[in-house]
């Protein structure tokens, strides 16, 4: 598993796919200290950890399915194209490890983002001076909810990217799942949580309630019955993908 892995390091050393990830990061977050900028402008209260951590978990639900999709795509598209299934199974590494480290891989990748993520939201925090001690909980929660999504979402394209050599349709599903995730919050809870491209912001620590001529930004904690359904769709979706990618005629 480990010599699986690293050669998914060593393939992807010239594709660009980490340089690729920090550009969308980057722009979602000058996107995000606009935003949060004009807020605190307009009214001191959404100087805040909670409005600060929301917005980042709201932009990741367009953000993130766009680049897991595009993550996903660059690492799996170099087997369609060089052809490389059948000399993969000349060698003792089987289409379930390689399958493996090419999961292990993208969400590696992506976890740099997430964490770098973290790191924005607290050096944009000290920066605007927002009140109170820095909030390592719910950075934590944050971190964790974010991963957890991601894993469903790039096991959930990694499936597909494997399973269709046009990589079209695997960045169609990242564009319609960063389209779902934005729309999600007009849904009824029974509905979005079927959607899991919402989840960024349904295991996120922070909400919104809105109220009758405002809102407030609200600390929503743990739901285990969530946390649970979201760890069975990852271990569907990726037992799901890697039986079915290994039973294809290469």
Not at 68 to 87: F, Y
Not at 178 to 189: E, M, Q
Not at 204 to 230: D, F, H, K, R
Request: charged share 10%.
């Amino acid at each position: 598993m480990i010599k699986a892995l690293s050669l998914e390091y060593y393939k992807i050393r010239r594709k660009r796919v980490g340089g690729m990830l920090t550009l969308f990061l980057a722009a979602e977050m000058i996107w995000a200290s606009l935003s949060i900028s004009i807020s605190i402008s307009r009214s001191a209260d959404n100087a805040a950890w909670e409005a600060l951590i929301f917005s980042l978990s709201s932009m990741n639900c367009l953000f993130l399915p766009i680049i897991s999709a595009i993550v996903v795509s660059r690492i799996c598209d170099m087997e369609h194209k060089g052809n490389t299934w059948k000399m993969l199974m000349t060698t003792h590494l089987g289409l379930k490890h390689v399958y493996a480290a090419k999961y292990v891989c993208a969400n590696s990748l992506i976890l740099y983002g997430i964490i770098a993520q973290a790191l924005f939201i607290t050096g944009f925090g000290l920066y605007k001076s927002i009140p109170g001690p820095l909030p390592l909980p719910l950075l934590l929660h944050y971190i964790a909810g974010t991963l957890l999504t991601t894993l469903i979402i790039t096991a959930l394209q990694q499936w597909l990217s494997l399973t269709v050599k046009n990589q079209a349709f695997a960045l169609c599903l990242g564009m319609l799942g960063g389209f779902i995730g934005t729309a999600a919050s007009l849904f009824p809870a029974g509905i979005r949580h079927l959607l899991v491209w919402s989840y960024y912001m349904d295991l996120g620590p922070i909400t919104y309630i809105y109220e009758a001529s405002s809102g407030s930004y609200v600390q929503q904690p743990l739901s285990s019955g969530q946390w649970i359904a979201a760890l069975c769709l990852i271990a569907i979706c990726y037992l799901a993908g890697n039986a079915h990618v290994s039973r294809q005629e290469i």
